[in-house]
């Protein structure tokens, strides 16, 4: 075997090292909690559809079983619809590509499809949160970046003409990017120069950016004739997004462009010396110090990339399906991605792997509130569910009994609530 | 005569648990303790002592076995009830709420006292004057907890349990925290309380004041009873084979070795703390090739900002610092390290290692920035995995691989791995900083032998300790350090421990060097 090859097989095992560590038991120890807390969400979430159907209680009116029946049958409907609506209907796609209709095929797709187009921001602002943590930094922020991101996007979008799409679509996003990266360096440059707590700065920031973008679009961002509605003139087409098929199909190349960019701040994260100078600050700022690295620099790097995730999260919403910016362009994505790091153990390939998940709940939601009349507010419960658990892991362990893991780098969340110093 | 406690079969297992963390404890030999006996348990550091008294002060369960006391078999589930039935325990770290009076302190907890809804606090006063005479420890009641020494805050611990008529008194490593001076005066208060009918359990790694005080000693390892002796058929080296399972060799082998140019130079320097307090206070020192400078002094006299200022950790406010003629005293540590420095800090899990990081990245902190470590912007694994292993092996340290979180070590491997990389580099100067705290005597030996080894090889070497051994070991000359002055600088040559032992309490070298006795003053921290 010679030098190349030998390295390569390194760098892989060092990467199953970091997703997993190599044993059975230590791949358990990390998927455990976060697969459990999903597992017990969904559990409890059937509990409370059930609770809440008056079906349910007019079949227990009439005999105990008939309630315990019908309890099952709308639990049983209402996942069914959820599946159906996010991932799609089983049946019709195997009839889909048996009868070999490319338009059936990819309406019969289209549910998987719409999923993913939910769960593309929220693999931006998770990676964000992520990012931050492995830093050492909580940033609460994402929601206020991804705002400015947008907004920043928007501007470029529509202001700039007369560019070709290769050139304008990129300078768009990144503009967005650039937007969300100066408003979360604010906070890192804050903290590392004062000692201002990153958690509070951003909190305040969000709201800064919520106000400030109101009046960006009743103002000088306003469209045209829209009558003092706040709403921001259409991008020029050259700064959109593509989507690949047509309405109401609405997956987009941004899905891609979000693996990608969870596959460049894996690489940034795990595999260069910036990465590894903010994980050592993020992890352990004293010995950082004696390493000889600069706990403020990294502070405001990792505060800057962060934030510029989360603004690239506005960013694709804005380029690839609103192709304008109002008020409500989040569906507080921000404050989901900290549940989306946490589930996915801040790493890359966890957030894009607990985004897809959220973003197939998102979806199924919908379906499920048409067709079973359960109110989308049952996700929002699940979801509030599986997060509780997972930031409180002693929940999970002490219901499965499961046992204390060694210490692992997770514990960067809680130096996170330190500060870090 | 029925012995006053006596451990049966007793057994403790911690299943799934690394081992360096809880070893099993399978009791082969029964725990016996006489009335108004000292009985030292020796062992090192994960042999099984914390856990083997933890569980006679009720914080373990055993799996089996028996305690008994006075020949009754009891139960104790918890520390109160360990309290009742008269045990007691003098905790390494002291148990004392630092604002509070010593009798506040030591009526904390003891309901009894109260008189109607009132503290009776002239009683429990005149309680601790009465003690303090029977056992000869003298403390003023009324004196808050933070304004005394070290020394007189572990005599108020003593007197909590002897006010709550503690029978037998467990001691745990009490004497880390103490000067010589201090620790030999612990130990004729020790003396008293076992004429007095007290019964003690004595629990230390240190082989000098086992031979100092024991009526018996019992030697454990890996949670068995390896040996029991007393000391008048035991040495030093007898003691530390049975604790380590091989010989070990106490003295550090070290030829006389002319110093060569000078490396490092402190110049008049001071240092303050965040509160702008000085506590390094015009210092100059020198350290030149080939030879190793020992810092003595008790913990907390300027020391670790000394080693701050050298290092880059922290800024001196006065006085110039050279390295191998560079001015470095405003340098960043980084800077510092590139100049040909190496660093063993004083706390090795906050500021020497990232615990979670694998022990392949802990061994390249200091450097993964550079070639080979880096090309361009990427590290590069297998080199750094390669290092890694190479060191492993030089080094010994002990661990299932290279990419082990550095956090699943014990102690002395951790210290093994920072060690490892400090030492493995180019270097021109060490500075090491309490390198062998807390670590098991085989480590001890070892780390001593690397460090000698780099003098040999014409490293510079700063060594700063609170251990007194290591300094008259190691060090070719010795500097005392004393709130914040360096009190005296001298080669080791026909100076006496005690003697440097009372520099370190502040008595001046003249004072010192002439004196013969044990002195009366009290040594003050």
């Given at each position: 075997?010679?030098?190349?090859?030998?390295?390569?097989?390194?760098?892989?095992?060092?990467?199953?090292?970091?997703?997993?560590?190599?044993?059975?038991?230590?791949?358990?120890?990390?998927?455990?909690?976060?697969?459990?807390?999903?597992?017990?969400?969904?559990?409890?979430?059937?509990?409370?559809?059930?609770?809440?159907?008056?079906?349910?209680?007019?079949?227990?009116?009439?005999?105990?079983?008939?309630?315990?029946?019908?309890?099952?049958?709308?639990?049983?409907?209402?996942?069914?619809?959820?599946?159906?609506?996010?991932?799609?209907?089983?049946?019709?796609?195997?009839?889909?590509?048996?009868?070999?209709?490319?338009?059936?095929?990819?309406?019969?797709?289209?549910?998987?499809?719409?999923?993913?187009?939910?769960?593309?921001?929220?693999?931006?602002?998770?990676?964000?949160?992520?990012?931050?943590?492995?830093?050492?930094?909580?940033?609460?922020?994402?929601?206020?970046?991804?705002?400015?991101?947008?907004?920043?996007?928007?501007?470029?979008?529509?202001?700039?003409?007369?560019?070709?799409?290769?050139?304008?679509?990129?300078?768009?996003?990144?503009?967005?990017?650039?937007?969300?990266?100066?408003?979360?360096?604010?906070?890192?440059?804050?903290?590392?120069?004062?000692?201002?707590?990153?958690?509070?700065?951003?909190?305040?920031?969000?709201?800064?950016?919520?106000?400030?973008?109101?009046?960006?679009?009743?103002?000088?961002?306003?469209?045209?004739?829209?009558?003092?509605?706040?709403?921001?003139?259409?991008?020029?087409?050259?700064?959109?997004?593509?989507?690949?098929?047509?309405?109401?199909?609405?997956?987009?190349?941004?899905?891609?462009?979000?693996?990608?960019?969870?596959?460049?701040?894996?690489?940034?994260?795990?595999?260069?010396?910036?990465?590894?100078?903010?994980?050592?600050?993020?992890?352990?700022?004293?010995?950082?110090?004696?390493?000889?690295?600069?706990?403020?620099?990294?502070?405001?790097?990792?505060?800057?990339?962060?934030?510029?995730?989360?603004?690239?999260?506005?960013?694709?919403?804005?380029?690839?399906?609103?192709?304008?910016?109002?008020?409500?362009?989040?569906?507080?994505?921000?404050?989901?991605?900290?549940?989306?790091?946490?589930?996915?153990?801040?790493?890359?390939?966890?957030?894009?792997?607990?985004?897809?998940?959220?973003?197939?709940?998102?979806?199924?939601?919908t379906r499920m509130m048409v067709i079973a009349r359960i109110p989308i507010d049952i996700v929002d419960v699940i979801q509030a569910i599986i997060l509780m658990l997972v930031a409180a892991p002693a929940i999970i362990r002490t219901l499965y009994r499961l046992r204390e893991p060694k210490q692992e780098e997770t514990t960067v969340f809680v130096?996170?609530?330190?500060?870090?110093? | 005569?029925?012995?006053?406690?006596?451990?049966?079969?007793?057994?403790?297992?911690?299943?799934?648990?690394?081992?360096?963390?809880?070893?099993?404890?399978?009791?082969?030999?029964?725990?016996?303790?006489?009335?108004?006996?000292?009985?030292?348990?020796?062992?090192?550091?994960?042999?099984?002592?914390?856990?083997?008294?933890?569980?006679?002060?009720?914080?373990?369960?055993?799996?089996?076995?028996?305690?008994?006391?006075?020949?009754?078999?009891?139960?104790?589930?918890?520390?109160?009830?360990?309290?009742?039935?008269?045990?007691?325990?003098?905790?390494?770290?002291?148990?004392?709420?630092?604002?509070?009076?010593?009798?506040?302190?030591?009526?904390?907890?003891?309901?009894?006292?109260?008189?109607?809804?009132?503290?009776?606090?002239?009683?429990?006063?005149?309680?601790?004057?009465?003690?303090?005479?029977?056992?000869?420890?003298?403390?003023?009641?009324?004196?808050?907890?933070?304004?005394?020494?070290?020394?007189?805050?572990?005599?108020?611990?003593?007197?909590?349990?002897?006010?709550?008529?503690?029978?037998?008194?467990?001691?745990?490593?009490?004497?880390?925290?103490?000067?010589?001076?201090?620790?030999?005066?612990?130990?004729?208060?020790?003396?008293?309380?076992?004429?007095?009918?007290?019964?003690?359990?004595?629990?230390?790694?240190?082989?000098?004041?086992?031979?100092?005080?024991?009526?018996?000693?019992?030697?454990?390892?890996?949670?068995?009873?390896?040996?029991?002796?007393?000391?008048?058929?035991?040495?030093?080296?007898?003691?530390?084979?049975?604790?380590?399972g091989r010989a070990v060799s106490l003295e550090v082998e070290k030829t006389e070795k002319e110093r060569g140019d000078l490396v490092l130079s402190i110049d008049n320097m001071v240092v303050a703390d965040k509160f702008q307090n000085i506590v390094v206070d015009h210092v100059s020192l020198d350290v030149h090739e080939g030879e190793i400078v020992?810092?003595?002094?008790?913990?907390?006299?300027?020391?670790?900002?000394?080693?701050?200022?050298?290092?880059?950790?922290?800024?001196?406010?006065?006085?110039?610092?050279?390295?191998?003629?560079?001015?470095?005293?405003?340098?960043?540590?980084?800077?510092?390290?590139?100049?040909?420095?190496?660093?063993?800090?004083?706390?090795?899990?906050?500021?020497?290692?990232?615990?979670?990081?694998?022990?392949?990245?802990?061994?390249?902190?200091?450097?993964?920035?550079?070639?080979?470590?880096?090309?361009?912007?990427?590290?590069?694994?297998?080199?750094?995995?390669?290092?890694?292993?190479?060191?492993?092996?030089?080094?010994?340290?002990?661990?299932?691989?290279?990419?082990?979180?550095?956090?699943?070590?014990?102690?002395?491997?951790?210290?093994?791995?920072?060690?490892?990389?400090?030492?493995?580099?180019?270097?021109?100067?060490?500075?090491?900083?309490?390198?062998?705290?807390?670590?098991?005597?085989?480590?001890?030996?070892?780390?001593?032998?690397?460090?000698?080894?780099?003098?040999?090889?014409?490293?510079?070497?700063?060594?700063?300790?609170?251990?007194?051994?290591?300094?008259?070991?190691?060090?070719?000359?010795?500097?005392?350090?004393?709130?914040?002055?360096?009190?005296?600088?001298?080669?080791?040559?026909?100076?006496?421990?005690?003697?440097?032992?009372?520099?370190?309490?502040?008595?001046?070298?003249?004072?010192?060097?002439?004196?013969?006795?044990?002195?009366?003053?009290?040594?003050?921290?």
């Amino acid at each position: 075997m010679n030098k190349k090859s030998e390295e390569k097989q390194n760098a892989g095992k060092l990467l199953l090292e970091e997703i997993n560590q190599p044993k059975k038991r230590r791949i358990w120890g990390v998927i455990s909690v976060p697969l459990l807390a999903i597992v017990t969400g969904v559990i409890i979430g059937a509990i409370l559809i059930a609770a809440t159907s008056n079906n349910v209680y007019e079949a227990f009116d009439e005999s105990f079983l008939n309630g315990i029946g019908t309890s099952f049958s709308e639990i049983f409907i209402a996942y069914r619809s959820m599946f159906t609506g996010s991932i799609g209907d089983p049946v019709r796609i195997v009839n889909a590509f048996s009868s070999g209709d490319a338009r059936e095929i990819r309406s019969a797709l289209n549910p998987i499809l719409e999923s993913l187009v939910q769960a593309t921001p929220y693999i931006f602002a998770g990676l964000a949160v992520a990012l931050g943590f492995r830093a050492g930094l909580f940033n609460i922020g994402v929601e206020g970046q991804l705002f400015i991101g947008a907004a920043c996007a928007t501007y470029v979008g529509y202001a700039v003409k007369g560019l070709p799409g290769i050139i304008h679509m990129p300078l768009a996003f990144l503009a967005g990017g650039l937007g969300g990266a100066l408003w979360g360096f604010i906070p890192g440059f804050l903290k590392a120069t004062t000692g201002g707590h990153e958690v509070i700065n951003t909190i305040m920031m969000n709201y800064i950016a919520f106000r400030l973008t109101e009046w960006l679009l009743s103002g000088p961002m306003t469209r045209p004739g829209s009558g003092g509605m706040p709403i921001s003139p259409i991008i020029e087409e050259s700064a959109q997004i593509p989507q690949f098929f047509q309405t109401p199909i609405r997956f987009h190349l941004g899905f891609f462009i979000a693996l990608g960019f969870a596959w460049l701040v894996w690489w940034l994260l795990f595999k260069t010396k910036w990465g590894l100078n903010l994980r050592t600050v993020g992890t352990n700022p004293r010995a950082a110090k004696y390493a000889g690295l600069s706990v403020v620099k990294n502070t405001m790097i990792g505060m800057a990339l962060s934030g510029g995730l989360a603004g690239l999260a506005g960013a694709v919403q804005i380029l690839a399906l609103n192709h304008s910016m109002a008020l409500g362009l989040s569906s507080g994505y921000g404050f989901d991605s900290i549940a989306l790091a946490l589930i996915g153990n801040n790493h890359p390939l966890g957030v894009v792997l607990s985004s897809i998940l959220f973003g197939t709940l998102r979806n199924g939601a919908t379906r499920m509130m048409v067709i079973a009349r359960i109110p989308i507010d049952i996700v929002d419960v699940i979801q509030a569910i599986i997060l509780m658990l997972v930031a409180a892991p002693a929940i999970i362990r002490t219901l499965y009994r499961l046992r204390e893991p060694k210490q692992e780098e997770t514990t960067v969340f809680v130096s996170g609530w330190g500060g870090g110093q | 005569m029925t012995p006053i406690l006596q451990l049966k079969g007793i057994t403790k297992q911690f299943p799934g648990v690394l081992a360096n963390d809880h070893i099993d404890l399978i009791l082969n030999k029964d725990l016996i303790l006489n009335k108004g006996e000292v009985l030292a348990l020796l062992g090192e550091n994960g042999a099984g002592k914390s856990t083997l008294m933890n569980i006679l002060y009720g914080l373990y369960q055993p799996d089996e076995g028996e305690i008994l006391i006075n020949g009754k078999k009891i139960l104790i589930e918890s520390p109160t009830d360990a309290i009742k039935t008269g045990i007691g325990m003098v905790h390494q770290h002291f148990m004392l709420i630092p604002v509070f009076t010593v009798t506040e302190n030591v009526m904390l907890g003891e309901e009894s006292l109260r008189f109607g809804d009132f503290l009776d606090r002239q009683a429990a006063a005149n309680r601790i004057l009465d003690i303090s005479q029977t056992y000869n420890l003298q403390v003023n009641p009324n004196d808050l907890v933070k304004d005394l020494p070290v020394g007189v805050q572990q005599r108020v611990e003593i007197i909590k349990l002897l006010f709550r008529e503690a029978e037998i008194l467990i001691f745990d490593e009490p004497t880390a925290v103490l000067t010589p001076q201090e620790a030999d005066e612990l130990f004729g208060i020790m003396r008293t309380l076992s004429e007095q009918g007290k019964s003690i359990i004595f629990i230390t790694h240190k082989l000098r004041e086992v031979l100092a005080i024991a009526d018996r000693i019992m030697v454990i390892r890996r949670g068995k009873v390896v040996g029991e002796t007393l000391p008048e058929n035991a040495d030093k080296n007898s003691l530390a084979a049975m604790m380590v399972g091989r010989a070990v060799s106490l003295e550090v082998e070290k030829t006389e070795k002319e110093r060569g140019d000078l490396v490092l130079s402190i110049d008049n320097m001071v240092v303050a703390d965040k509160f702008q307090n000085i506590v390094v206070d015009h210092v100059s020192l020198d350290v030149h090739e080939g030879e190793i400078v020992g810092i003595a002094g008790v913990q907390g006299n300027g020391q670790t900002e000394l080693v701050g200022a050298v290092t880059g950790l922290k800024k001196p406010a006065e006085g110039k610092i050279t390295l191998l003629g560079e001015d470095i005293t405003k340098a960043n540590p980084r800077k510092i390290t590139e100049a040909g420095s190496a660093h063993v800090p004083e706390d090795r899990q906050a500021d020497g290692l990232v615990l979670p990081f694998p022990v392949a990245e802990n061994l390249v902190l200091c450097t993964y920035y550079q070639e080979p470590f880096s090309k361009g912007l990427v590290l590069q694994y297998g080199k750094i995995l390669d290092n890694a292993n190479q060191l492993i092996e030089d080094f010994d340290i002990r661990t299932p691989d290279a990419l082990t979180p550095v956090s699943n070590l014990s102690g002395g491997n951790q210290q093994k791995v920072i060690i490892a990389r400090e030492l493995s580099r180019p270097i021109k100067f060490l500075i090491a900083s309490q390198p062998t705290r807390g670590l098991d005597v085989g480590s001890i030996e070892y780390i001593h032998k690397r460090i000698v080894q780099k003098r040999d090889e014409g490293c510079a070497v700063l060594l700063v300790s609170s251990e007194l051994d290591e300094i008259m070991e190691l060090s070719d000359r010795i500097a005392v350090m004393y709130r914040g002055e360096t009190i005296a600088d001298f080669p080791n040559k026909g100076v006496t421990k005690e003697q440097v032992g009372l520099m370190m309490a502040g008595v001046l070298p003249e004072d010192a060097l002439t004196e013969k006795e044990e002195p009366l003053v009290e040594p003050e921290l």
